[in-house]
Structure formats: structure tokens, C-alpha cells
């Protein structure tokens, strides 16, 4: 569930408290008249299921509540209430099939900007990557890929593409390339430093790598795993699966090959390095790619759940009635004629 914390203008507080009250799959509706300061109005509190979120945003938004007030949703991890439970019984569709496309948006948008943290993740990630192609060591592979920040621009740029945000379409593609080109420069500085100081050398690269070559020679398969990466990145994102997501991190060539681009052109050994950008290119455009068209196919599986007769649509059972504890009985007050 989503718990809304609403600030209306007391002049809307009535129509919003009808569109909420209205609504099969709003709970625990609560309203403070005049509570709300900056700005000023009433306050409404109210649990929505993720099921029927979307639709209720909507409707807030067409009634100017963002615009006059404030609409702010927090996930609810633990609803122990009858209430909710038949909210989610009269909601179309199950909870983590839903997509709150104001929720995603947040979420994506905030990956967008180019924060310092964001560089310096990229660029550690990118660095030990460059270090781990010239050992052959996978698990620094590993390492990288789980460091590395760019499927956030990633996920958002999908976003975007999908709602046409034209906005966060170019602060997306700004994170990436920015982003990658800075962490690829600092990349090559290291390199030549590390190998100043006797650590790394160029014979290292030119030796057989049999555990990391795959991250400079593309191949067919090589779309068709950031294509799943990117499906996979998607549904985590907008089902909330934060440890799915770790996975399809650890499975796209994206850190890697741009390290090894980096670290070949310092060593000046451009068909590796040509090799290593084809990667790169193919893994981000496969993951864009994915990324959009499962963000369509789940809007349309989902407008098409949420039009259906309310006799076929997907609900929870309803809950099965509990047996009175024995305890609770053995502890009831007897009445003045005796009985329990």
C-alpha cells in the first residue's frame, strides 16, 4: 500500500474527501481540518493500494491538488486492517504487477542529475574495472558492476522516452555521457600512473584473458543479455525489487567495457578499444531498448486488468475467520448469572 499525506485548500478539502471516499481502493481516510500551515488548508491522510495509486494520483492531480496544495506517498511495509484488505480485494489486478508511473518517475528522475556522488561512484567503478580486465579477475568485475550508478540515468531515460519528458530525456543522456566520458578519462590517468609505478603494464593487457575477453569482443549474444538485463532492470524497478535489481547490475557488460576502452586506449591498442566501445554501445541501446518496450507492454497488460468486468478480474481471497483463541476464552469475565 501507499500511505498519501494530502494538503488541500479548504475550498477543495470537500471534493477531495468524496473522490477518496468514493474510491474502492482508498483505507483509513482521515481529515484535519486547517492543520496544514505552508500551504495553508486542510490535511487528509489516507492508505491506497498500489493496485488503484495511479488512478487516485490522477485524480488529484486533475483536481489541481499539486498545483494548490501537496501530495506526498510513502510505501507502507506492514497493514494489519480489514479495511485494506478489502481495498485490495476490490482493486483490479495484484499489488506487484501495478505500476505507479508518479512513483517511478520520482525514483528515476532523481538518478538523472549530476551529482558528485554520481561521478565519483561511476569512475571508482570504471577504475577498479580497468584494473580487474589487466588481472582477469571476475569477481572485480563483479565488484564494478554492482558500484556502478548508470542504470539510474538508464531506467530514467526509458521513463522519459515512454511519457516524452523532453527535459529528463536530455539530463539523462547528459548523466551517461558525462558521466562515462569523465570516468573513462580518470580511467586512462590511472592507468598510466599504476603503470608508472611498476604495478600494471602493458604486456598484461596483450596477454590471453580468457575469464574478461568477452568484455571486447560483441557479439550476438551480447544484445540478447542487455536486452533481458534491461526487462529485467525494468520489472524491478517498478515492482519495488530492489535485490532483483543487484543482479541485472552484475549482468550488464556497461562499467567493464567502457573500463576496457579506457584502459586500451591508454596502452594504445585501439581494436581492442573499438571492440570494447561496440560493447558499451550495444549493452546501453539493448537496455533502452528493453527498458521502453517493457514499460509499454506493462501499461497496456495494465490498462487492459484495470477495464475488466469486476467478476473476472484478479482478487485475494478473502481472508479465512480465525478461531477465538483459547486463552482469550479462558480469560472472559463470567456474567452475574454465572455464565461465561
Not at 499525506?5 to 481529515?31: F, G, M, Y
Not at 579477475?137 to 563483479?142: D, E
Not at 556502478?148 to 551517461?176: D, H, K, N, Q
Not at 497488460?301 to 482478487?315: G, K, L, S
Request: hydrophobic fraction near 55%; glycine fraction near 8%; charged fraction near 20%.
Amino acid at each position: 500500500m501507499l500511505h498519501l499525506r494530502i494538503i488541500v485548500p479548504t475550498d477543495r478539502s470537500v471534493a477531495v474527501q468524496e473522490l477518496l471516499a468514493a474510491d474502492p481502493a482508498v483505507a483509513h481516510l482521515i481529515v484535519l481540518p486547517g492543520a496544514a500551515r505552508t500551504p495553508p488548508g486542510d490535511v487528509v491522510l489516507c492508505d491506497v493500494v498500489r493496485e488503484g495509486a495511479d488512478e487516485v494520483l490522477e485524480a488529484l492531480r486533475a483536481l489541481g491538488v499539486d498545483r494548490t496544495g501537496g501530495v506526498v506517498g510513502d510505501g507502507v511495509d506492514v497493514t494489519l486492517s480489514a479495511a485494506a484488505d478489502r481495498a485490495a480485494r476490490a482493486a483490479p489486478g495484484l499489488g506487484t504487477d501495478a505500476v505507479v508511473w508518479d512513483e517511478i518517475a520520482q525514483k528515476t528522475g532523481e538518478e538523472t542529475r549530476l551529482s558528485v556522488t554520481y561521478l565519483l561512484l561511476i569512475t571508482l567503478a570504471t577504475v577498479i574495472a580497468g584494473i580487474a580486465v589487466l588481472l582477469d579477475q571476475p569477481i572485480l568485475i563483479i565488484g564494478a558492476m554492482v558500484v556502478g550508478p548508470e542504470f539510474g540515468p538508464l531506467a530514467a531515460l526509458c521513463v522519459a522516452l515512454l511519457r516524452r519528458r523532453g527535459l529528463v530525456i536530455r539530463r539523462s543522456l547528459l548523466a551517461l555521457g558525462v558521466g562515462f566520458l569523465a570516468a573513462m578519462a580518470v580511467t586512462v590517468l590511472s592507468t598510466w600512473v599504476l603503470t608508472a609505478a611498476g604495478l600494471i603494464d602493458r604486456s598484461m593487457l596483450l596477454a590471453e584473458r580468457p575469464m574478461t575477453d568477452f568484455i571486447w569482443r560483441p557479439d550476438a549474444l551480447s544484445w540478447v543479455v542487455g536486452f533481458l538485463a534491461g526487462v529485467a532492470g525494468m520489472l524491478s524497478v517498478t515492482s519495488n525489487r530492489s535485490g532483483s535489481l543487484v543482479g541485472v547490475l552484475i549482468s550488464v557488460t556497461t562499467v567493464p567495457a567502457a573500463a576496457n576502452v579506457a584502459v586500451a586506449l591508454g596502452y594504445g591498442v585501439f581494436d581492442e578499444a573499438l571492440g570494447s566501445l561496440l560493447q558499451l554501445l550495444i549493452n546501453l541501446c539493448a537496455i533502452v531498448v528493453a527498458g521502453v518496450l517493457t514499460l509499454l507492454v506493462q501499461r497496456l497488460w495494465w490498462d487492459r486488468v484495470a477495464t475488466r468486468p469486476a467478476w473476472i478480474r484478479w482478487r485475494r481471497p478473502a481472508p479465512a475467520p480465525r478461531d477465538p483463541d483459547p486463552a482469550d476464552r479462558s480469560r472472559a469475565v463470567p456474567d452475574r448469572t454465572g455464565g461465561a
